[in-house]
């Protein structure tokens, strides 16, 4: 791959000694470190925010909530109690959220790029496609829909 040679030339991490080695062992995240305790504590919380048990507590609160409507004459201090608590927790919720779909999508991605690495055939040029704009993304997909068609219809054919 002519752009391999030009990217592995300029990092000294890839000297040429180095070239036909497996790819390099990455190490998780110190407990210490910053990223670390995110990473962990969003993975946490996201995953115990999405539980039955998250659940139930969400809808107990609304219910315990619309009950006490009676009790505080529907009064806006009432409706605020929901409204800033559900925005508080939202607001939070989507930053922890995106952490997690955000590394989520990039381990996805390296797992395709070293799927297409290793199949003889396949078109190198698809590794790191998402960093393409949407007007090349479109093009992409027209060129494998128009595949995916052809292969379908000659499968038609064939039955």
């Given at each position: 791959?002519?752009n391999?040679?030009?990217?592995?030339?300029?990092?000294?991490?890839?000297?040429?000694?180095c070239?036909d080695q497996s790819?390099?062992?990455?190490?998780?995240c110190?407990?210490?470190?910053?990223?670390?305790?995110?990473?962990?504590?969003?993975?946490?919380?996201?995953?115990f925010?999405?539980?039955?048990?998250?659940?139930?507590v969400?809808v107990?609160?609304?219910?315990?909530?619309?009950?006490?409507?009676?009790?505080?004459?529907?009064?806006?201090?009432?409706?605020?109690?929901?409204?800033?608590?559900?925005?508080?927790?939202?607001?939070?919720?989507?930053?922890?959220?995106?952490?997690?779909?955000n590394?989520?999508?990039?381990?996805?991605?390296?797992?395709?790029?070293?799927?297409?690495?290793?199949?003889?055939?396949?078109?190198?040029?698809?590794?790191?496609?998402?960093?393409?704009?949407?007007?090349?993304?479109?093009k992409l997909?027209a060129?494998y829909?128009?595949?995916?068609?052809?292969?379908?219809?000659?499968?038609?054919?064939?039955?």
């Amino acid at each position: 791959m002519k752009n391999d040679k030009d990217f592995l030339g300029k990092d000294e991490m890839f000297s040429s000694d180095c070239r036909d080695q497996s790819p390099p062992f990455v190490k998780p995240c110190k407990p210490d470190s910053i990223d670390g305790f995110f990473d962990r504590f969003a993975k946490a919380v996201t995953r115990f925010a999405g539980s039955p048990i998250m659940f139930s507590v969400a809808v107990l609160a609304v219910l315990v909530w619309a009950l006490s409507g009676p009790y505080f004459n529907y009064s806006e201090t009432w409706q605020l109690i929901i409204n800033t608590g559900t925005t508080i927790i939202t607001f939070l919720m989507v930053f922890l959220i995106q952490q997690n779909q955000n590394k989520d999508s990039k381990a996805i991605h390296i797992k395709l790029d070293e799927l297409i690495i290793s199949l003889t055939d396949a078109n190198e040029r698809l590794i790191d496609v998402e960093e393409l704009d949407e007007k090349q993304l479109k093009k992409l997909e027209a060129y494998y829909s128009a595949i995916a068609l052809k292969a379908r219809r000659r499968l038609d054919g064939d039955a």
